[in-house]
């Protein structure tokens, strides 16, 4: 939030050090500012920016194709295909389990379809989005609360969308002047109550002077009042629809380079890493490990003609597309403890060659920036792996270290051999060869990995186990957002962090625990009562089955545990016979109204069990798709259900 004053700001407002001292802030809060006759404006900064610009500078280096987003079709069939079959990870905007469901029910084949979708999905509008997806697939259905409204909110459907639609009502339907509707905006988003009271009646009076009937006037208000708290202005809502139709554009058209722009920019996340590498496993692009002669600074394409069958072989994706070009290089910059000057250290040392081991590296690198804790990060995470073993390399390392600051210090004292040249390289290198022993236990690495890059190099012998368990699991953690708030949930997945407290009150045991589906990981409380009956498996590397209810704690989603139990072969029938859920199977071909119908159905009985679509897709494949919100399985709802889709539709597991 900047602030703007016509003169000296001191004249307006006192000013302090932020708590670092770096900036000069307002002690005013901001509302306090604007009564004291500032402007006040927000500048939003979107990273997807960042991932478009290095996109299109990767189509133009390794394709010689020029992208201009600013003029790019607006009508691509293969975008709209994309978000159509629901594949927004990393769409700005549309990548959220619950806008990725409305977005397959839509299936947008305009701009403004994707514009309409970021105004309403938001708390106060989303539950117009089943009528907007309605009134699109059949424009019979548009109707307008009254008939002045239909100059105005055409684009709108008949609904309130967007911000101007209030306006506009309250001007034309209200009598509001312009300034009147800007302070009935400005209410609205404060949320003042007393001044709502004010605009209420002042509304409602309004409407009922131009004709209104007074019970209509006060429904209109009741449409209103929940949505324009939260409403987008049209130009908003356009200007992200805009964005996110870039970055589904260059995921569907060029998806190499926008996947190795999504990882180069979410690089320091490596939840987000992990997430994206799981979708370039999906969309059968290669990516390869770390690798200190190949990577660079960020995520980079290669060609996959060039590489061996051993770099192929030591991909991190499974099937690769056939006719698959590039594959993408995990960069160095996602290691942790690797900085930008080891990084350009690296880099300008490889000019001269690849490097030929770990000696080799140290002679060649200005090692106060590549210091041990780099370098050991290095060998740990796999991007040495070439010269030898993890566990040779570590062993040496302390002596290789020892070895190349003495050859950096006669290189600074200009010294040269006997019969060597000044200026002669190879006078400053040396060679320690690794020891003959053994490669650290498997569990060892899987520890490095994890905590260095955020997934597994190695396959994790849990692995299969979370394959099983993500059967019985009612939604991925990379899914949940904050409409899963208050929602049960059943997650299976391996215990990577255990932190043990005490409570303050009763001095009782209790945990914070992680666990992660092998994807994402979700922080868990333990609370005392489970915490005894658990204690003995909450331990790292432990694959456990939960079942509880989500809550959001310090701005971070958490997993509050009511059940807790270790994952095993046998347990698992009798666990998952215990967290049911109801699976409704949806014919192929089965049109969007049928969908429509069904998707209201199921939200006429709420109730506490997940239920999951069983979507047809290519072959005998089914997708499924976790709605979310809970359902009372009803034996009413599972007669409407199999009348609406057929006898087979409904099924509890």
């Given at each position: 939030g900047i602030v703007i004053a016509p003169d000296d700001i001191t004249k307006f407002v006192p000013l302090q050090r932020e708590a670092n001292g770096e900036k000069l802030v307002s002690q005013y809060d901001m509302f306090a500012v604007e009564e004291a006759g500032l402007v006040k404006m927000d500048f939003l900064g979107i990273r997807n920016l960042s991932i478009l610009g290095k996109a299109v500078e990767y189509v133009q280096r390794e394709r010689q194709i020029k992208v201009d987003l600013d003029n790019i079709p607006l009508d691509d069939k293969k975008t709209y295909e994309l978000l159509a079959r629901g594949e927004t990870m990393g769409v700005f905007q549309l990548s959220s389990s619950g806008m990725t469901k409305w977005l397959i029910e839509l299936r947008p084949k305009v701009i403004t379809d994707l514009s309409a979708m970021v105004a309403l999905y938001r708390p106060g509008p989303m539950g117009s989005i089943p009528d907007y997806i309605e009134r699109a697939h059949d424009p019979s259905k548009i109707k307008f609360f009254d008939p002045r409204m239909r100059d105005y909110m055409q684009q709108s459907l008949g609904l309130l969308v967007y911000q101007e639609d209030v306006l506009l009502t309250a001007i034309n339907i209200a009598g509001y002047s312009w300034l009147d509707a800007d302070k009935f905006r400005k209410a609205m988003g404060k949320k003042i109550p007393s001044e709502m009271a004010k605009q209420k009646t002042q509304f409602i009076s309004g409407a009922f002077a131009k004709g209104m009937p007074l019970k209509k006037a006060n429904d209109l208000w009741s449409l209103i009042e929940?949505?324009?708290?939260?409403?987008?202005?049209?130009?908003?809502?356009?200007?992200?629809?805009?964005?996110?139709?870039?970055?589904?554009?260059?995921?569907?058209?060029?998806?190499?380079?926008?996947?190795?722009?999504?990882?180069?920019?979410?690089?320091?996340?490596?939840?987000?890493?992990?997430?994206?590498?799981?979708?370039?496993?999906?969309?059968g692009i290669v990516v390869f490990p770390p690798d200190i002669n190949k990577s660079v600074v960020g995520f980079s394409l290669e060609d996959l003609s060039s590489l061996s069958q051993e770099d192929l072989r030591r991909s991190l994706s499974g099937d690769i597309n056939s006719g698959a070009k590039q594959g993408i290089r995990f960069g160095l910059s996602a290691i942790k403890n690797v900085g930008e000057g080891a990084i350009e250290s690296v880099i300008e040392g490889r000019k001269k060659g690849e490097f030929k081991g770990l000696s080799d590296l140290c002679s060649r690198v200005d090692t106060r920036l590549v210091n041990r804790k780099a370098l050991e990060s290095l060998i740990k995470s796999g991007a040495l792996d070439k010269f030898g073993s993890r566990a040779a390399q570590l062993l040496i390392l302390d002596q290789v270290l020892e070895e190349s600051h003495k050859v950096a210090k006669s290189r600074s004292l200009g010294q040269v051999s006997l019969f060597g040249e000044s200026g002669d390289?190879?006078?400053?290198?040396?060679?320690?060869?690794?020891?003959?022993?053994?490669?650290?236990?498997?569990?060892?690495?899987?520890?490095?990995?994890?905590?260095?890059?955020?997934?597994?190099?190695?396959?994790?012998?849990?692995?299969?186990?979370?394959?099983?368990?993500?059967?019985?699991?009612?939604?991925?953690?990379?899914?949940?957002?904050?409409?899963?708030?208050?929602?049960?949930?059943?997650?299976?997945?391996?215990?990577?962090?255990?932190?043990?407290?005490?409570?303050?009150?009763?001095?009782?045991?209790?945990?914070?625990?992680?666990?992660?589906?092998?994807?994402?990981?979700?922080?868990?409380?333990?609370?005392?009562?489970?915490?005894?009956?658990?204690?003995?498996?909450?331990?790292?590397?432990?694959?456990?089955?939960?079942?509880?209810?989500?809550?959001?704690?310090?701005?971070?989603?958490?997993?509050?545990?009511?059940?807790?139990?270790?994952?095993?072969?046998?347990?698992?029938?009798?666990?998952?016979?215990?967290?049911?859920?109801?699976?409704?199977?949806?014919?192929?071909?089965?049109?969007?109204?049928?969908?429509?119908?069904?998707?209201?159905?199921?939200?006429?009985?709420?109730?506490?069990?997940?239920?999951?679509?069983?979507?047809?897709?290519?072959?005998?494949?089914?997708?499924?798709?976790?709605?979310?919100?809970?359902?009372?399985?009803?034996?009413?709802?599972?007669?409407?259900?199999?009348?609406?889709?057929?006898?087979?539709?409904?099924?509890?597991t």
């Open positions: 929940p949505f324009a708290a939260y409403g987008f202005p049209k130009a908003h809502a356009a200007s992200y629809a805009i964005i996110a139709y870039q970055t589904a554009y260059m995921k569907a058209n060029f998806p190499e380079e926008f996947m190795a722009a999504v990882m180069t920019a979410e690089s320091a996340d490596v939840d987000k890493i992990a997430a994206a590498i799981e979708e370039c496993k999906r969309m390289s190879n006078i400053f290198s040396f060679s320690i060869e690794l020891p003959d022993v053994s490669e650290l236990p498997l569990e060892q690495l899987l520890i490095f990995e994890k905590d260095l890059l955020g997934f597994y190099l190695h396959e994790p012998p849990f692995l299969k186990s979370l394959k099983k368990i993500a059967q019985i699991s009612s939604i991925k953690v990379m899914d949940l957002t904050d409409e899963h708030i208050g929602q049960k949930i059943t997650l299976g997945g391996v215990i990577t962090n255990v932190k043990k407290v005490f409570t303050k009150k009763s001095n009782a045991e209790m945990a914070f625990i992680t666990i992660s589906d092998g994807i994402a990981g979700i922080e868990a409380v333990v609370f005392p009562k489970i915490f005894e009956d658990a204690k003995d498996f909450l331990i790292r590397d432990q694959v456990v089955i939960a079942s509880g209810r989500i809550d959001k704690r310090e701005e971070e989603l958490s997993f509050v545990i009511e059940k807790l139990e270790r994952y095993d072969e046998e347990n698992l029938d009798a666990f998952s016979n215990t967290q049911s859920a109801v699976e409704i199977y949806i014919p192929q071909g089965t049109g969007v109204n049928i969908l429509q119908i069904v998707n209201k159905t199921l939200r006429d009985y709420p109730g506490t069990m997940p239920v999951v679509l069983l979507l047809s897709g290519s072959g005998n494949e089914l997708r499924r798709l976790n709605l979310p919100f809970m359902i009372d399985p009803s034996p009413v709802l599972e007669d409407e259900i199999k009348r609406i889709l057929g006898e087979g539709a409904f099924k509890k």
